[in-house]
């Protein structure tokens, strides 16, 4: 049997409703987040879990809080899996960071590995603190289910990585939309992707609602 890690984006919030920035803001799930968590917990309770990772926010936990109440298990909060900083950027809408930043953001977009949102976190940060946490479930489970419950750009950073995808193509090569699914299988020929961004979990009403 291989080890299974299933990288869970967290649910709706606001910021990912309206395409803010949003990273070391700590918002709640609106109550359709809350709703994606519960069809998650619903559809994903019946597998055999080993272990469940999540980053240390309140949108991440309380999406795995539901799965965890189901199926009896504690949550391990890691804060490698923490969303990137964005820096100044926290909070402002896309229009208002490309007049108020603009040599950055320009920066930014064409090589985010080495270019950070103003004072905030390139990707290569992001992956070297999440592939630590990554190492440390292929250490500890040989084999089994693994969830690990984080963010958009964290979560697509490290499926780069894992996959041999250049670091500053992840918002061009991966999608991760809220509350989707993605399975990476881990064997003796390195790890293969075998499901991405899937919502088949989510009912037709919340997988159509506009966000990002």
Not at 31 to 57: C, N
Not at 81 to 86: R, S, T
Not at 134 to 140: L, S
């Amino acid at each position: 049997m291989s080890l299974k890690i299933y990288f869970l984006r967290h649910g709706e919030t606001v910021y990912s409703k309206s395409g803010g920035f949003c990273g070391d803001l700590d918002p709640e799930l609106t109550a359709e987040g809350a709703q994606m968590a519960q069809q998650f917990a619903t559809t994903y309770a019946k597998l055999p879990w080993d272990a469940v990772y999540v980053s240390p926010m309140k949108r991440t936990i309380a999406t795995a809080t539901p799965l965890c109440d189901k199926i009896g298990i504690e949550m391990q909060l890691r804060d490698g899996l923490k969303e990137i900083k964005y820096g100044e950027w926290e909070g402002k809408t896309l229009e208002a960071v490309k007049q108020e930043y603009a040599e950055d953001y320009i920066n930014w977009l064409t090589e985010p590995a080495w270019n950070a949102p103003t004072k905030g976190e390139t990707s290569v940060q992001i992956a070297s603190r999440a592939s630590l946490i990554i190492a440390e479930i292929q250490e500890k489970y040989k084999s089994g289910n693994v969830l690990v419950v984080s963010h958009k750009a964290t979560i697509r950073i490290i499926l780069c990585g894992l996959l041999g995808i250049d670091l500053g193509s992840y918002r061009n090569r991966i999608a991760a939309l809220a509350a989707s699914i993605s399975i990476v299988k881990f064997d003796v020929r390195g790890p293969m992707l075998e499901v991405l961004g899937d919502r088949s979990h989510l009912d037709e009403n919340l997988r159509n609602l506009p966000g990002t």
